[in-house]
C-alpha cells in the first residue's frame, strides 16, 4: 500500500470521527445517578480524557517504530509474537469495527427518525443503508473518501461549538441543584468510568491508516495526540453544558441527557440542534470506521495472515476487505441487541489496547529508549494499563454473559490464528 495518500488533518478528523459518537450525548444522566454530583461526573470526564490521552501517547511512541497501516494486528505481531498480531486483528474485525459499526447503525436510524419526526422502521433498514453507503464512499479513490470524511466532521463540529456558543446564556440563570451525596462514590466511579471511556475508544484511529499518511512517522502520532485533546476539550465543554443546564433530578439516569439540556435550554429548536450533532457523529462514525476498519485486514493480507485479494493494490482502496466488513456489521446489525453490542465491544476492546500497550513496554525494554522514546516514561503506559485492567474486571462483574461472548472471540481469534500460521507456512 503506498504510503502519502492521506494528509495529517484528514488522520485528526479520522481520529475526531471515530471518537466522537453517541456517548457524550447520553452517559452523564446515567453517571450523574452513580456519582450523585454533577462536578464528579465532570471529573469523571477528565478522567476518561487523561486515560485516553496516555492510549495516543503510548500508540504514538508504537507508531514512530512502526509507521504502516494495521494498528493493533502490526504492533502486536512486531511487539509480542505472529500469532498474537494475527488473533488481534481477527478480533478488530470482528468487535473493533464490524461490531461498533453495526451499534451505530442502530443508534442511527432511532435519532434519524427523531430529527425527521417520523415512526422508525421495526426492522434497521435506515442503519442497513447507511453502512452500505458508507461502504460506497470509501470503495472509491482514497482521497475523495478522505475529503468528504473531513466536510462531515467539520460540519459536526461546527453544529458542537454552535451548541456550546448558543448555551452560553446559561451564565447569569439561577444556580440549580447540583444532585446528592452518595454513599460510595469510588464504587459508583468503577461503574461509570467503562461507559466514559468506551465514548472516548477511537483514539487510536490513525494508527490504522498509517501506511496511507503522508509522514506517517510524524503525522500519525500528532493526529492521535491532537485528536485526542480536541475531543478531551469537546466533552468537557459539552457535559458542562448539559449538567447546568438544569436540576439534577431532571437529568438524573436520564439517556437522553443531551436533549433535555437543550430543551430546557434553547426550547425545541436547540432540541433539534442537538439531536443533528447526535446525526452526523454517528454518521461519521460510520464512515470512519470504514475508512479504517479495511486497511487492517489489507496489511493482513499483505502479511499472508488473510487472502490476498483482502489487500489494496496501487494505490487503490481495500474494496475487498470493505465488502468483508460491511457485510459482518450488517450480520452484527440484524442479530444482535445495541446493549448487548455495547457490553460486548468495551470488554473485548479494551483488553486488546491494553495488550498493546504491554507490547510497548516489551519493546521498550528490548530496544531501549533512544530507538523507542515514550513521552511520560513509564508512567503513562502503566497508567493506562491498570485503568484498562480495572475497567475490565468491573465490567465482568456487571455483564458476565456479554463478556463471555468477548471471551469466545478473543479464543476464536486465537484458534484461527493458530490454523493460519503453519498454513501460511506451507503456502509461503
Same mark, same amino acid.
Given at each position: 500500500?503506498?504510503?502519502? &495518500? ?6 485528526? $478528523? ?23 454530583d ?6 469523571? +470526564? ?10 495516543a501517547?503510548?500508540?504514538g511512541? /508504537? ?22 498480531g494475527? $488473533?488481534? &486483528?481477527?478480533v ?8 461498533? /459499526? ?10 434519524? !427518525? ?21 461502504a460506497?464512499?470509501? &470503495? ?11 466536510l ?19 451564565? &447569569? ?8 451525596? #452518595? ?9 461509570t ?9 477511537g483514539?487510536?484511529a490513525?494508527?490504522y491508516?498509517?501506511?496511507?499518511v ?13 485528536? !485526542? ?9 459539552l457535559?458542562?453544558?448539559?449538567? +447546568?443546564?438544569a436540576?439534577?433530578?431532571a /437529568? ?13 435550554l ?6 433539534l ?10 454518521l ?12 487492517v ?11 490476498? !485479494?483482502?489487500g489494496g ?8 476487505a ?8 450488517l450480520?452484527?446489525? +440484524? ?24 507490547g ?13 522514546? !515514550? ?7 502503566? #497508567? ?5 485492567? +480495572? ?20 479464543? /476464536?481469534? #486465537? ?11 506451507v503456502?509461503?
Amino acid at each position: 500500500m503506498t504510503a502519502g &495518500g492521506i494528509r495529517e488533518r484528514s488522520a485528526v $478528523a479520522l481520529v475526531v470521527a471515530n471518537m466522537v459518537g453517541v456517548g457524550v450525548f447520553t452517559t452523564s444522566g446515567f453517571a450523574l445517578h452513580d456519582l450523585g454530583d454533577r462536578r464528579l461526573v465532570l471529573v469523571a +470526564w477528565l478522567l476518561g480524557g487523561a486515560i485516553a490521552l496516555c492510549g495516543a501517547l503510548s500508540y504514538g511512541a /508504537l507508531a514512530l517504530r512502526f509507521p504502516d497501516s494495521g494498528g493493533e494486528y502490526e504492533y502486536l505481531r512486531r511487539t509480542v509474537h505472529p500469532l498474537a498480531g494475527t $488473533a488481534t &486483528g481477527i478480533v478488530s474485525l470482528l468487535a473493533g469495527f464490524s461490531a461498533p /459499526l453495526a451499534a451505530a447503525a442502530h443508534l442511527l436510524q432511532s435519532y434519524g !427518525c427523531r430529527l425527521l419526526d417520523v415512526q422508525a422502521p421495526a426492522l434497521p433498514w435506515t442503519g442497513t443503508a447507511a453502512i452500505l453507503l458508507a461502504a460506497g464512499m470509501h &470503495g472509491g479513490a482514497v482521497r475523495v473518501g478522505a475529503r468528504l470524511q473531513d466536510l462531515v466532521v467539520g460540519a459536526k463540529l461546527l453544529l458542537a461549538v454552535a451548541f456550546v456558543a448558543l448555551s452560553l446564556r446559561l451564565f &447569569g440563570r439561577p444556580p440549580t441543584n447540583g444532585g446528592r451525596a #452518595v454513599a460510595a462514590p469510588m464504587a459508583g466511579l468503577a461503574t461509570t468510568m467503562p461507559w466514559i471511556y468506551l465514548a472516548y475508544s477511537g483514539w487510536n484511529a490513525a494508527a490504522y491508516i498509517a501506511g496511507e499518511v503522508e509522514q506517517p512517522r510524524r503525522s500519525v502520532p500528532r493526529a492521535m495526540l491532537f485528536g !485526542c485533546l480536541l475531543v478531551t476539550a469537546l466533552y468537557l465543554a459539552l457535559n458542562a453544558v448539559f449538567l +447546568w443546564s438544569a436540576d439534577a433530578s431532571a /437529568l438524573t439516569g436520564k439517556p437522553e441527557i443531551a436533549a433535555i439540556a437543550a430543551a430546557a435550554l434553547l426550547g425545541r429548536p436547540g432540541e433539534l440542534l442537538v439531536t443533528a450533532i447526535v446525526v452526523l457523529a454517528l454518521l461519521t462514525s460510520i464512515t470512519g470506521m470504514t475508512m479504517a476498519g479495511p486497511r487492517v485486514y489489507a496489511r493482513m493480507a499483505e502479511n499472508g495472515d488473510l487472502p490476498r !485479494c483482502f489487500g489494496g493494490h496501487d494505490g487503490r482502496p481495500p474494496r475487498t476487505a470493505i465488502a468483508l466488513q460491511a457485510a459482518l456489521a450488517l450480520g452484527f446489525l +440484524w442479530a444482535a441487541e445495541l446493549q448487548q453490542l455495547m457490553s460486548y465491544i468495551g470488554w473485548t476492546l479494551s483488553l486488546s489496547a491494553a495488550a498493546t500497550v504491554w507490547g510497548l513496554v516489551r519493546l521498550r525494554r528490548r530496544e531501549g529508549a533512544a530507538a523507542v522514546p !515514550c513521552p511520560g516514561w513509564p508512567f503513562v503506559p502503566l #497508567v493506562f494499563v491498570a485503568a484498562i485492567l +480495572w475497567f475490565a474486571v468491573g465490567a465482568v462483574l456487571a455483564a458476565p454473559r456479554d463478556c463471555l461472548l468477548g471471551l469466545g472471540t478473543l479464543l /476464536l481469534a #486465537v484458534s484461527v490464528a493458530r490454523w493460519r500460521r503453519p498454513h501460511r507456512e506451507v503456502t509461503d
